[in-house]
């Protein structure tokens, strides 16, 4: 009864009703003007120029598709709606501010010679850090990494880590949510505080829907730099749909963590959600922090606006005693505020240099017709394709969604499993024992063309490995999807599912 009286108080509940009835409203009178006016015949016109116009758009198939169908099937509603949402075109001061922030950063992040060489690279893996590199992200040696297989293990040494912060700590995370974890971090945060350290955070207002409104002001209170990314509005604006979803700590330029897992008990398993929850998370530490660094630093520019000090970035760039490593460790990012979708393209990266196998945990598998043909053309190309999603969903919709995307990889040769004890949150590409992305991003429309994300791309470590193993053993605990059973599946879900498909780009 408490969660529910929660939730019936939560800001969400109380924004989102507001959001339809304006959508309801404008649709209502655009439909009555239609109608009283006698111009509904101008608005199917409309609705026709509006359809050529998308057709000619340099745009994934799919996405032209739904809205296709939503604009000559529901003139009234999919007008209104497409040139409200439909363009993609963030708004104007997300827009402006992250351009700056990255005017900013010019110069910072540069690769060094030795690394541009890439003489010990093998020659089909080089044009993927060489394509991440000319978007700005430099290919670092000298890192150490460790991968965690669960939520469980990173808490544990993400707490150690903060306990020996000296200088700084910054946090970058979708969700913060009261409970143990986040507790138990803010209690080392005051401390750290006291201690003269500096904290600064940026969480995402609606992954963070669940704080209350006013929390980064509480937090300031505490002496942390605290700021919510993008604020909730009770208003249908586009602005809505660009969120912070990267997962980013920094601790004194030494180490930084990243991966899927937020700050919220489910994450380490203090709590059940959805059973099990599976993720993964990873450490590094040396030379390719600095670019973790440099992106916090980045979006925070944004963040503080007009009002907030200039950065010295160099303040920041602590130097320590160097590691020594011979991988290569390739920390990026990537923003709705350009036409580079970087965590797609990075994607399709692994899976089209993929020799042997490729294997992929993701929670959401909604994909383009770019992404969907490049795993085809691998497992038709002899390329083991393994593919591993939640046994349990969080969100119902989204695993038919999902479910939905099973047929056609099936038929190619993809494998794919379902994670039975519970959600698998990881989003995780392991290849060829080689080569390895840990991130943020899902395989979904959102991720890659909607939200803030990023990841970090590892080439011939040993923690590669680590990875495919912890891949393998999560196989033991799930079960294969077969075609016959998708071909078994009641008629009217396959035809809803369909029907979802179709409508995938709008989510």
């Not at 363009?87 to 910072?108: S, Y």
């Not at 992954?207 to 006013?214: D, L, R």
Request: aromatic residues 12%.
């Amino acid at each position: 009864m408490r969660i529910i009286l929660k939730w019936l108080t939560s800001r969400l509940m109380i924004v989102a009703p507001l959001i339809a009835m304006q959508f309801l409203l404008f649709v209502s009178l655009v439909y009555s003007v239609s109608i009283g006016y006698k111009v509904f015949p101008i608005v199917e016109a409309c609705a026709v120029i509006a359809v050529l116009y998308i057709i000619n758009r340099q745009l994934d198939p799919y996405y032209k598709l739904a809205w296709c169908c939503l604009i000559l099937g529901l003139p009234v509603v999919g007008l209104p709606l497409y040139f409200l949402a439909g363009e993609r075109h963030v708004p104007k001061k997300i827009q402006n501010g992250t351009i700056l922030a990255d005017r900013k950063m010019a110069g910072l992040l540069v690769s060094r010679d030795h690394v541009q060489d890439r003489q010990d690279a093998e020659e089909d893996v080089v044009p993927i850090m060489r394509y991440c590199e000319e978007c700005g992200f430099p290919v670092y040696r000298n890192t150490d990494i460790q991968y965690y297989s669960t939520g469980e293990e990173w808490y544990e040494a993400y707490l150690e880590e903060l306990c020996k912060a000296k200088h700084y700590i910054f946090m970058e995370f979708f969700i913060i949510r009261k409970g143990q974890c986040w507790s138990e971090v803010l209690d080392i945060l005051k401390q750290k505080i006291a201690e003269g350290v500096e904290v600064k955070i940026i969480y995402d207002d609606f992954g963070s829907v669940e704080m209350p409104i006013h929390y980064d002001r509480k937090l300031g209170e505490l002496g942390i730099e605290a700021h919510r990314f993008n604020h909730i509005r009770p208003a249908f604006i586009i602005q809505m749909n660009n969120r912070d979803h990267r997962k980013i700590t920094i601790i004194d330029n030494k180490v930084a963590f990243t991966g899927g897992v937020n700050l919220a008990d489910e994450y380490a398993n203090k709590i059940k959600r959805f059973g099990y929850w599976k993720d993964s998370a990873i450490r590094l530490e040396g030379d390719a922090v600095w670019s973790l660094t440099v992106m916090f630093l980045g979006l925070l520019t944004h963040v503080r606006g007009d009002s907030g000090e200039p950065i010295d970035y160099q303040k920041y760039r602590i130097t320590h005693e160097p590691v020594q490593a011979d991988s290569f460790v390739q920390p990026y990012s990537d923003s709705p505020t350009d036409d580079e979708p970087v965590c797609l393209n990075m994607h399709l990266n692994m899976v089209n240099h993929a020799r042997d196998y490729i294997y992929i945990d993701t929670p959401y598998l909604i994909l383009n017709e770019t992404m969907k043909n490049a795993l085809i053309l691998a497992a038709r190309s002899g390329v083991d394709v393994r593919i591993l999603t939640p046994g349990k969903p969080d969100k119902i919709i989204v695993n038919q969604m999902t479910k939905g995307n099973y047929l056609p990889l099936l038929k190619a040769g993809v494998k794919i499993y379902e994670y039975t004890p519970g959600f698998n949150h990881a989003k995780n590409f392991v290849a060829d024992d080689r080569m390895a992305v840990v991130g943020t991003a899902n395989m979904d429309y959102r991720s890659y063309f909607l939200h803030f994300e990023n990841g970090v791309f590892l080439y011939r470590d040993n923690e590669v490995l680590k990875i495919r193993e912890d891949f393998m053993k999560s196989l033991e605990n799930s079960r294969e999807i077969t075609i016959e059973e998708m071909n078994q599946t009641f008629i009217l879900v396959r035809l809803f599912r369909a029907l979802l498909t179709v409508f995938i780009p709008l989510v």
